[in-house]
């Protein structure tokens, strides 16, 4: 699937990185423990969190993710937003939970 | 042999600058043509090691010297030390603080994680004196 296909099943919106929609994706995982992401996460290009600090967007840039999803309607910082514009990392923020938000990603067709 | 050599202040008050040494390097190698996956096993180590200067030791120095088959990586602080460091490279085991775990970080994976991506990891640490991490990942 593509990040704007995440979108529409997500019902998301879209915080930074529009350009960037039409990226095909393949693996996703979720935490809200960064150290997890780093220490366990292979290849994954989404990352879903309920964390908002800059950190998250560091950990996805080191990991070489393309996009996170924060759940639970959360928003962060505009300072957050601006490093992810600046990494070209897409952000998106759901209203739906983490476990939720997963499963339908999951059962989407997108792998773990 | 000639090297790159890259040197970078790690603050350790600001939690929202931690990483901005290792992007640098990961930055400079990709120019460099290094291949993406050792770029990401450099940029996760260093990355894992930056923030452990800033969580556990105020800050430090970081060194990277990039050499045309590896780059040596050295993580200088002057923070508590490690006092059992058998202890520390257990998978699992922090001395974290729950306000660090809030942010994220504190799983007690920093230092494994460190050894698992790179190809030599050596610590040298006096209880009270500081704590200098050697990291030498091969391209």
Known sequence: ?112 | MDCVRLEYDVDGENFASAGNASESVKRTLKQLGVSPASVRRVAIAMYEGEINMVIHAHGGKAIAEIYPDHIGIYLKDSGPGIADIDLAMKAGYSTATENIRSLGFGAGMGLPNMKKYSDEMTIDSTVGVGTTVYLRIDF
Not at chain 1, 20 to 47: F, N, P, R, W
Not at chain 1, 68 to 80: D, L, N, Q, S, Y
């Open chain 1, 1 to 112: 699937m593509t990040i704007a296909d995440v979108v529409k099943l997500l019902d998301a919106e879209i915080l930074c990185g529009e350009d960037h929609l039409d990226t095909e994706i393949h693996t996703a995982c979720g935490s809200d423990m960064m150290s997890d992401v780093l220490a366990y996460v292979k290849d994954q290009s989404v990352l879903l969190t309920g964390l908002l600090n800059p950190q998250v967007v560091r950990t996805a840039e080191m990991m070489d993710m393309l996009c996170i999803v924060f759940v639970r309607g959360k928003r962060p910082e505009p300072a957050v937003v601006e490093l992810a514009k600046d990494k070209g990392i897409v952000l998106l923020s759901t209203e739906k939970r983490l476990f939720v938000a997963c499963g339908i990603l999951y059962t989407n067709g997108l792998g773990g």
